[in-house]
């Protein structure tokens, strides 16, 4: 097959490249190569069941149209402090112009129109006075929810779109590896599990999110395109009632706090925080299960949600972030045959593993059913774990009854986007032809500044047509 632009990859940095070209006349044949399914044919079993089961090839949740983000509780931030370092790359005037286009495409396609925490400026202030006094720093970042089952129904409206106007997804094909000639990407191989193939293209785009960053990272080394390991965020999610985050729900919905906790001083930060939302389970090719947050429109639990992550930033002659993550992942889930561990604060404090029958006694239930009652502290890493403690009590100080004895920290929480590909503000990588986006680029983190991304990788390949 031949193609002018081969995306792999249909997460938001590779719809939005597509959907850019598209809004702006481009004629160039285009193809997505997306391992997972349509937005129509992902289900998660568990809804059923009320316990994973192990999808296989692969899990529901993270693969697919739209990617893992959008099956998430599909947060978009429309602030440019806010999801990773492309800024840094293509600078923060133009990074914020681009979040604003994003943002009305998004709506013309249904999102929500109400923006969360853009008012209440004395009860901001408030809030923010006491994350000062707490030894911690609250990020302003508008937020535009759209909601689990709403940012599925966006993302169809995005697939068919793409369809009806000559956009070819190809569902359930992985791609294998690149095709290189020389310092020159000629496409990729593919394979569906029974037969491979190959599409040659001008261009290729690889976009395959978190779940594909150690893929993007092994192939990089196999070809020796420019890279170098970045952050690798290693924690847990927390869950209390609602009553205790009322205030910040109402005033901010999303309290992006920062600090760096006494006394290895790493960053510690909250992120993904789901009011009245339902703790997740995502499971990983290599049988990972790490645990996630959603948050619906229209369903509420009692309970909110929000991770913690500890970055970790690692050097010389360490260069396998991703695994060291994964290793903690694994023997968490060793801890907890498989599933998620689930443990009080109260009894991390007092050394002690947390026992089923102490859950069912306590004011927070966990919403995710099948979490294993046990001992996190025996598998988090010591620096890890002091970190997130301290980061706990220090926000107690702006949210009281954050840090209560049975508040409920779920174990392993992992973001994978360590490996960030050296690329100029072109998105050129030293390949000739080759292109990394998103998250697995390790430039972006999360649903907006990805699709940013791919806008601006839409407009470059446009204008390279007419030089």
Not at 85 to 113: H, S, V
Not at 228 to 237: A, L, S
Request: charged share 25%; with cysteine.
């Amino acid at each position: 097959m031949k193609k002018d632009i081969l995306i792999i990859g249909a997460g938001p940095a590779g719809i939005f490249t597509a959907l850019e070209m598209l809004r702006k006349g481009s004629k160039k044949s285009i193809v997505i190569v997306e391992k997972g399914q349509s937005i129509e044919k992902r289900h998660c079993p568990k809804a059923k069941t009320q316990k994973c089961v192990g999808c296989k090839p692969y899990c529901h949740i993270t693969t697919g149209f739209s990617g893992a983000g959008a099956f998430s509780d599909g947060k978009l931030s429309l602030s440019s402090d806010v999801g990773g370092n492309l800024p840094m790359l293509i600078g923060e005037e133009l990074a914020q112009e681009t979040i604003d286009y994003t943002d009305k495409i998004y709506l013309e396609f249904g999102a929500d129109t109400h923006v969360e925490g853009v008012s209440n400026d004395e009860e901001v202030k408030e809030i923010r006075k006491n994350a000062i006094q707490a030894g911690l720093k609250l990020v302003d970042c508008p937020i535009r929810h759209l909601g689990t089952e709403k940012a599925q129904d966006i993302y169809l409206a995005i697939e068919k779109h793409l369809q009806a106007n000559g956009v070819e997804i190809m569902f359930g094909y992985e791609c294998t590896n690149l095709i290189l000639d020389g310092d020159v990407c000629k496409g990729a191989y593919i394979s569906d599990g029974k037969t491979d193939s190959e599409i040659y293209a001008d261009h290729t785009i690889v976009a395959t999110g978190r779940r594909g960053a150690e893929w993007l990272e092994h192939i990089c080394s196999e070809h020796n395109i420019a890279h170098e390991p970045g952050t690798v965020d290693i924690g847990v999610r927390v869950e209390v009632r609602n009553e205790v985050m009322e205030k910040v729900n109402k005033v901010l919905y999303e309290s992006k706090l920062i600090g760096w906790p006494e006394p290895f001083k790493n960053k510690v930060r909250t992120f993904c925080q789901n009011p009245g939302g339902f703790v997740s389970q995502e499971n990983y090719d290599n049988d990972l299960a790490v645990v996630n947050g959603h948050s619906y429109k229209e369903k509420k639990s009692n309970n909110t949600n929000v991770a913690i992550l500890c970055s970790h930033n690692f050097s010389t002659p360490f260069n396998q972030p991703i695994a060291y993550a994964q290793k903690v992942g694994e023997l968490t889930n060793m801890l907890a045959n498989g599933q998620i561990l689930v443990q009080r604060f109260g009894d991390i404090l007092d050394g002690k593993r947390t026992w089923p029958k102490e859950l069912a006694q306590s004011n927070v239930r966990p919403t995710l059913p099948d979490a294993v009652a046990g001992d996190i502290t025996a598998a988090m890493p010591y620096r890890a774990m002091i970190n997130i403690i301290n980061f706990i009590k220090a926000v107690d100080k702006v949210v009281p009854g954050f840090a209560s004895y049975e508040t409920l920290l779920y174990s392993p929480e992992l973001k994978f986007y360590s490996n960030r590909v050296k690329m100029d503000t072109d998105f050129n990588t030293s390949i000739k032809g080759l292109h990394c986006l998103g998250d697995s680029s390790g430039w972006t983190r999360g649903l907006m500044m990805a699709s940013v991304m791919g806008v601006l990788m839409g407009r470059k390949l446009i204008e390279k047509d007419k030089q």
